[in-house]
Protein backbone atom coordinates (compact mmCIF):
# COMPACT_ATOMS: atom_id res chain seq x y z
CA UNK A 1 0.00 0.00 0.00
CA UNK A 2 1.16 3.85 -0.44
CA UNK A 3 3.27 5.08 2.40
CA UNK A 4 4.01 8.62 2.55
CA UNK A 5 6.73 9.11 5.54
CA UNK A 6 7.94 12.81 6.91
CA UNK A 7 11.00 12.48 8.82
CA UNK A 8 10.14 13.19 12.30
CA UNK A 9 7.56 14.34 14.31
CA UNK A 10 8.99 17.16 15.55
CA UNK A 11 12.35 19.60 14.23
CA UNK A 12 13.90 21.95 16.53
CA UNK A 13 16.02 24.63 14.82
CA UNK A 14 17.54 27.92 15.82
CA UNK A 15 16.68 31.12 14.37
CA UNK A 16 18.24 32.18 11.32
CA UNK A 17 19.19 28.69 10.34
CA UNK A 18 17.68 26.66 7.46
CA UNK A 19 15.17 24.26 8.14
CA UNK A 20 15.10 21.26 6.07
CA UNK A 21 11.82 18.84 6.25
CA UNK A 22 11.90 15.42 4.64
CA UNK A 23 9.12 13.43 2.35
CA UNK A 24 9.61 10.12 1.17
CA UNK A 25 7.26 7.74 -0.05
CA UNK A 26 6.90 4.01 -1.14
CA UNK A 27 4.28 2.00 -3.62
CA UNK A 28 3.37 5.33 -5.35
CA UNK A 29 4.79 7.12 -8.41
CA UNK A 30 2.81 11.10 -7.96
CA UNK A 31 2.63 13.54 -10.41
CA UNK A 32 3.16 16.25 -8.24
CA UNK A 33 3.83 17.15 -4.69
CA UNK A 34 2.79 19.72 -2.30
CA UNK A 35 3.40 21.31 0.79
CA UNK A 36 1.20 22.90 2.97
CA UNK A 37 1.84 24.72 6.88
CA UNK A 38 -0.73 24.10 9.15
CA UNK A 39 -1.15 26.41 12.54
CA UNK A 40 -2.64 25.15 15.78
CA UNK A 41 -6.09 24.86 15.41
CA UNK A 42 -6.39 26.08 11.79
CA UNK A 43 -6.77 24.51 8.42
CA UNK A 44 -3.56 23.69 6.41
CA UNK A 45 -2.57 26.61 4.43
CA UNK A 46 -0.92 25.79 0.57
CA UNK A 47 2.58 26.97 0.10
CA UNK A 48 4.02 25.21 -2.76
CA UNK A 49 3.55 22.58 -5.68
CA UNK A 50 5.91 20.49 -7.31
CA UNK A 51 5.06 18.39 -10.52
CA UNK A 52 6.90 15.02 -11.05
CA UNK A 53 9.21 16.68 -14.40
CA UNK A 54 10.23 19.54 -12.06
CA UNK A 55 13.23 19.36 -10.02
CA UNK A 56 13.08 22.20 -7.65
CA UNK A 57 10.50 25.02 -6.88
CA UNK A 58 10.90 28.60 -5.02
CA UNK A 59 9.42 31.34 -3.58
CA UNK A 60 10.39 33.90 -1.44
CA UNK A 61 12.70 31.96 1.89
CA UNK A 62 11.02 28.84 0.68
CA UNK A 63 12.68 25.89 -1.39
CA UNK A 64 11.34 22.73 -2.65
CA UNK A 65 13.31 19.85 -4.38
CA UNK A 66 11.46 16.78 -5.66
CA UNK A 67 13.43 13.69 -6.57
CA UNK A 68 11.28 10.88 -8.42
CA UNK A 69 14.50 8.46 -8.13
CA UNK A 70 14.56 8.60 -4.32
CA UNK A 71 11.01 9.11 -4.09
CA UNK A 72 11.58 12.05 -1.91
CA UNK A 73 10.77 15.89 -1.77
CA UNK A 74 12.47 18.24 0.38
CA UNK A 75 11.40 21.22 1.47
CA UNK A 76 13.71 23.93 2.93
CA UNK A 77 13.37 27.36 4.94
CA UNK A 78 15.98 29.62 4.92
CA UNK A 79 16.82 32.49 7.49
CA UNK A 80 14.29 30.39 9.57
CA UNK A 81 12.25 33.14 11.93
CA UNK A 82 9.93 32.35 15.11
CA UNK A 83 6.88 32.91 12.82
CA UNK A 84 8.13 29.86 10.57
CA UNK A 85 6.96 27.80 13.69
CA UNK A 86 4.51 25.75 12.65
CA UNK A 87 3.44 21.62 11.33
CA UNK A 88 4.22 21.01 7.93
CA UNK A 89 2.32 18.62 5.72
CA UNK A 90 3.43 17.12 2.50
CA UNK A 91 0.95 15.60 0.31
CA UNK A 92 0.70 13.87 -3.32
CA UNK A 93 -1.43 13.26 -6.10
CA UNK A 94 -1.49 10.88 -8.85
CA UNK A 95 -2.23 11.77 -12.88
CA UNK A 96 -5.58 12.54 -13.47
CA UNK A 97 -6.55 11.93 -9.44
CA UNK A 98 -8.72 13.97 -7.97
CA UNK A 99 -7.47 12.68 -4.32
CA UNK A 100 -4.27 14.17 -2.37
CA UNK A 101 -2.85 11.85 0.10
CA UNK A 102 -0.97 13.48 2.79
CA UNK A 103 1.80 12.96 4.99
CA UNK A 104 0.96 13.34 8.77
CA UNK A 105 3.21 16.25 9.17
CA UNK A 106 6.36 17.56 10.90
CA UNK A 107 6.19 20.36 13.77
CA UNK A 108 8.79 22.83 13.14
CA UNK A 109 10.11 24.90 15.84
CA UNK A 110 12.62 27.85 15.44
CA UNK A 111 14.43 28.88 18.65
CA UNK A 112 14.57 32.86 19.28
CA UNK B 1 -10.08 35.74 -1.25
CA UNK B 2 -11.02 32.14 -1.38
CA UNK B 3 -12.87 31.63 1.44
CA UNK B 4 -13.92 27.99 2.57
CA UNK B 5 -16.30 28.23 5.32
CA UNK B 6 -17.52 25.78 7.85
CA UNK B 7 -21.03 25.93 9.35
CA UNK B 8 -19.26 25.04 13.34
CA UNK B 9 -16.36 25.37 14.47
CA UNK B 10 -17.08 23.29 17.95
CA UNK B 11 -20.13 20.51 18.28
CA UNK B 12 -20.88 18.44 21.29
CA UNK B 13 -23.52 15.58 20.30
CA UNK B 14 -24.18 12.28 21.89
CA UNK B 15 -23.82 8.56 20.69
CA UNK B 16 -26.35 7.71 18.04
CA UNK B 17 -27.09 11.14 16.96
CA UNK B 18 -27.37 12.64 13.24
CA UNK B 19 -24.88 15.03 13.01
CA UNK B 20 -24.79 17.59 10.49
CA UNK B 21 -21.53 19.03 9.19
CA UNK B 22 -21.83 22.22 6.46
CA UNK B 23 -19.07 23.45 3.96
CA UNK B 24 -19.38 26.59 1.82
CA UNK B 25 -17.03 28.22 -1.19
CA UNK B 26 -17.24 30.94 -2.52
CA UNK B 27 -14.70 30.67 -5.41
CA UNK B 28 -16.68 28.70 -7.72
CA UNK B 29 -14.29 25.57 -7.12
CA UNK B 30 -15.49 22.47 -8.65
CA UNK B 31 -14.01 19.97 -6.42
CA UNK B 32 -14.94 19.62 -2.63
CA UNK B 33 -13.54 17.62 -0.28
CA UNK B 34 -14.15 16.51 3.50
CA UNK B 35 -11.18 15.17 5.95
CA UNK B 36 -10.77 14.47 9.19
CA UNK B 37 -7.49 14.61 11.06
CA UNK B 38 -6.17 13.11 14.62
CA UNK B 39 -3.26 12.83 16.11
CA UNK B 40 -0.71 10.65 15.22
CA UNK B 41 -2.84 9.21 12.34
CA UNK B 42 -2.48 13.19 10.24
CA UNK B 43 -5.06 14.03 7.60
CA UNK B 44 -7.98 11.03 6.15
CA UNK B 45 -10.17 11.66 3.09
CA UNK B 46 -13.60 10.90 3.78
CA UNK B 47 -15.40 11.87 0.63
CA UNK B 48 -14.77 13.94 -1.99
CA UNK B 49 -16.95 15.67 -4.92
CA UNK B 50 -15.69 16.80 -8.14
CA UNK B 51 -19.04 17.66 -9.55
CA UNK B 52 -22.90 18.59 -8.44
CA UNK B 53 -24.15 15.17 -7.23
CA UNK B 54 -21.54 13.39 -7.44
CA UNK B 55 -19.49 11.67 -5.17
CA UNK B 56 -16.71 9.02 -4.21
CA UNK B 57 -15.65 7.71 -1.76
CA UNK B 58 -11.88 8.44 -0.15
CA UNK B 59 -10.19 6.36 2.32
CA UNK B 60 -12.46 6.34 5.57
CA UNK B 61 -16.09 6.95 4.40
CA UNK B 62 -17.37 3.96 6.79
CA UNK B 63 -20.08 5.36 8.94
CA UNK B 64 -20.10 9.16 6.62
CA UNK B 65 -22.16 10.19 3.77
CA UNK B 66 -22.17 13.47 2.02
CA UNK B 67 -24.35 15.29 -0.17
CA UNK B 68 -23.84 18.20 -3.07
CA UNK B 69 -26.87 19.79 -4.28
CA UNK B 70 -25.26 23.01 -4.99
CA UNK B 71 -21.61 23.90 -6.17
CA UNK B 72 -21.08 26.17 -2.92
CA UNK B 73 -22.08 23.22 -0.44
CA UNK B 74 -20.67 20.16 0.86
CA UNK B 75 -22.43 18.73 3.35
CA UNK B 76 -20.68 15.69 5.44
CA UNK B 77 -23.57 13.49 7.79
CA UNK B 78 -22.85 10.93 10.22
CA UNK B 79 -25.99 9.25 10.59
CA UNK B 80 -25.60 7.78 13.71
CA UNK B 81 -22.55 9.33 15.92
CA UNK B 82 -20.39 7.20 17.63
CA UNK B 83 -17.26 7.99 20.31
CA UNK B 84 -14.53 6.55 17.28
CA UNK B 85 -16.00 9.77 15.20
CA UNK B 86 -14.25 12.58 17.74
CA UNK B 87 -12.42 14.53 15.51
CA UNK B 88 -11.30 17.60 13.70
CA UNK B 89 -13.24 17.69 10.89
CA UNK B 90 -11.73 19.81 8.03
CA UNK B 91 -13.67 21.20 4.53
CA UNK B 92 -11.51 21.43 1.39
CA UNK B 93 -12.12 22.85 -2.26
CA UNK B 94 -10.34 23.39 -5.27
CA UNK B 95 -10.53 23.84 -9.17
CA UNK B 96 -10.13 20.98 -11.18
CA UNK B 97 -6.56 21.53 -11.95
CA UNK B 98 -3.95 20.60 -15.06
CA UNK B 99 -4.82 17.34 -16.73
CA UNK B 100 -7.46 16.25 -13.91
CA UNK B 101 -5.00 16.61 -11.24
CA UNK B 102 -6.40 17.98 -8.11
CA UNK B 103 -4.90 21.88 -7.83
CA UNK B 104 -4.12 23.45 -4.28
CA UNK B 105 -6.32 22.54 -1.48
CA UNK B 106 -8.59 25.44 0.07
CA UNK B 107 -9.58 24.51 3.46
CA UNK B 108 -11.91 25.88 5.91
CA UNK B 109 -11.21 26.37 9.94
CA UNK B 110 -12.16 22.86 10.59
CA UNK B 111 -15.06 21.44 13.18
CA UNK B 112 -13.79 20.21 16.26
CA UNK B 113 -16.68 17.31 17.19
CA UNK B 114 -16.89 15.33 20.51
CA UNK B 115 -19.19 12.59 20.87
CA UNK B 116 -20.18 11.50 24.31
Known amino acids: SQKIEQNSEALNIQEGKTATLTCNYT??????LQWYRQDPGRGPVFLLL?????KEKRKERLKVTFDTTLKQSLFHITASQPADSATYLC???????????FGKGTKLSVIP | DVKVTQSSRYLVKRTGEKVFLECVQD?????MFWYRQDPGLGLRLIYF???????EKGDIPEGYSVSREKKERFSLILESASTNQTSMYLC???????????????FGEGSRLTVL
Open chain 2, 92 to 106: ASSFAGVRGNTGELF
Open chain 2, 27 to 31: MDHEN
Open chain 1, 27 to 32: NYSPAY
Open chain 2, 49 to 55: SYDVKMK
Open chain 1, 91 to 101: ALGGAGSYQLT
Open chain 1, 50 to 54: IRENE
